[in-house]
């Protein structure tokens, strides 16, 4: 499914969703993501569409969340549609990612158990920058799924004290997306709560900071990196799993 909000497809079972590329269409990129899995042989299925559908959806939501925008109502029904909830509390684990090469970005979360990742196009920096983006992201998405508790677990450690310890300092001049953040988290008040915890590169926010890069690199034709192409496959058998297993 190649739309406007982003590209979507269908493989063995598990439906994935990413950016537009100009002059890219789904079915190119599910090639490439096949060919990199050593899948030998793709058969089209229909029946498939309303997943791949809402996947490209899915893509074009998180980045247009990540920068600030609010959805509108098919894309609010959309993520809804994703992520039933069956409880009033949400414990989100987040991670970071820089690329060594080109310093591009991407972040991976957890919403309770649900997996997400998303690539920063256009952004460059340092692997904090991206840790909070996908603080952000995670909490601006759990807040429109109508969670009412939050509680956030992080490997960065000046995040997790920033805000664990109110280690704010309104006075000093912030960057936009730290005074982002700092907004949010003001405004979600007691509600969220911060934690450190160490993340393994087995773990999921980890393997989907990675896996979006993947399929961006996969889009663009460009080379993956040995561990973009550990996360493409990991990711992909976790998906499948449908269960709670090592990424």
């Known amino acids: 499914m190649t739309a406007p909000e982003g590209l979507g497809y269908v493989l063995d079972g598990v439906s994935y969703g990413l950016l537009p590329v100009a002059g890219v269409t789904a079915a190119a990129v599910a090639e490439r993501h096949a060919a990199a899995m050593e899948v030998q042989q793709l058969t089209p299925d229909p029946s498939g569409e309303v997943q791949a559908r809402q996947a490209a959806v899915l893509a074009g939501a998180l980045t247009r969340l990540v920068d600030g925008q609010p959805p509108d109502a098919q894309t609010l029904r959309t993520l809804k549609q994703d992520h039933p909830l069956t409880t009033s509390a ?17 972040l991976g979360y957890l919403l309770n158990n649900r997996p997400y990742g998303a690539v920063l196009r256009g952004a460059q920096g340092h692997e904090g920058l991206a840790e909070r983006a996908a603080i952000y992201l995670a909490l601006t998405h759990a807040r429109l799924l109508g969670y009412a508790a939050y509680h956030v677990q992080s490997d960065h450690k000046f995040h997790v004290r920033r805000y664990d310890e109110r280690l704010i300092h309104r006075g000093r001049r912030q960057s936009p997306s730290l ?7 003001d405004s979600l008040g007691p509600a969220v709560t911060f934690a450190y915890m160490p993340t393994l590169d087995t773990d999921a926010p ?22 973009q192409a550990v996360a493409l496959r990991r990711v992909h058998y976790a998906l499948k799993a449908s269960g709670p297993v090592l990424f």
């Open 90 to 106: 949400v414990c989100l684990r987040t991670d970071g990612s820089a690329d060594k090469g080109d310093g591009s970005l991407s």
């Open 179 to 185: 005074e982002r953040l700092d907004a949010l988290v």
């Open 206 to 227: 980890h393997r989907m900071a990675l896996h979006a890069r993947a399929l961006d690199r996969l889009a663009r034709s460009e080379a993956l990196s040995r561990a």
